[in-house]
């Protein structure tokens, strides 16, 4: 009885978090879809009257849109394949080669994810100057591999921990070399461990604002949150449908892949703890 108690209240508070965070995107989604007459209404309807796909049609014809989106893209895969190169070796020898504080190198990894990029702006700032790498993709995307490489290395480390150790013994014996053995056995039987760890890399460089806007000074350098984020300072009352379609836009493709790939980053996750 207790238990079913316990399950009642943990879904009485998904319930409640589910809805702080859905009404936001309501009313981004109900803004998106307003005339600009219906936009003075407020808060007074939440459904439009006469809903409409302009807005949307109005931001994707825009070629500079456009360009922003590819900036976002771009940037977010490669610093997302950075950070899963940087984690691969890092996450098999924390899995796989027995060595003293093995365990506190993995908690550091996590006590470094858990620290915000607005501590180490300023000095990242001067240091990617210092290196004539301002305004320039590589700088962010470097910065973007070494903020993601933390958790695909705890990911990863997940992945490889449920591959059966007896597999990489049994090539060991018939002399392959541990990087042999990482290449040709690990790697293709971690692929989804390797493609959730990716994935979410990814969404966090795509949803990242403060080290594109420090580092990228071009307009056409920008990626789509830095862009909306200026769009937005200049934005009046009757544009206001605009800025919210475009935020929709932004936010679309990072919840469509955890819709549509969440079976598969779960299985990653959970991959290790249900090993044997």
Known sequence: ?????????????????????????????SLAVRTPAEIYLG????????PTLDNFRTILSDPAFLIYLWNGLKLSALGGALAVVLAIPAAYACARVPF????VVLVGLLAVQMISPL???????????????????VSVIAVYGALGM??????LKVAFDAIPIELEE?????????PVILMRIVLP???????????????MNWSQFLIPFILLERDGDWPIS???FNFAGSVSASTTQLLAAACLVAVMPAVLVFILLQRMIVSALIGGAVKG
């Open 1 to 29: 009885m207790s238990a079913r108690w316990g399950d009642v209240a943990t879904y009485a508070v998904l319930a409640v978090l589910a809805v702080f965070f859905a009404v936001p995107f309501a009313w981004l989604v």
């Open 189 to 203: 039987l971690a692929r989804s461990g390797i493609a959730s760890a990716f994935i979410l890399a990814m969404v």
């Open 100 to 103: 003293r504080g093995r365990q």
């Open 170 to 178: 049994a090539a060991s014996i018939d002399g392959a070399s541990r």
């Open 119 to 137: 501590v180490i702006l300023v000095p990242l700032y001067r240091w990617m100057n210092a290196l004539d790498l301002l305004n320039r993709d």
């Open 43 to 50: 808060a007074a309807r939440f459904i439009p009257e006469t």
């Open 226 to 228: 830095v862009a909306i």
């Open 150 to 155: 933390p958790l695909a290395v705890w990911l």
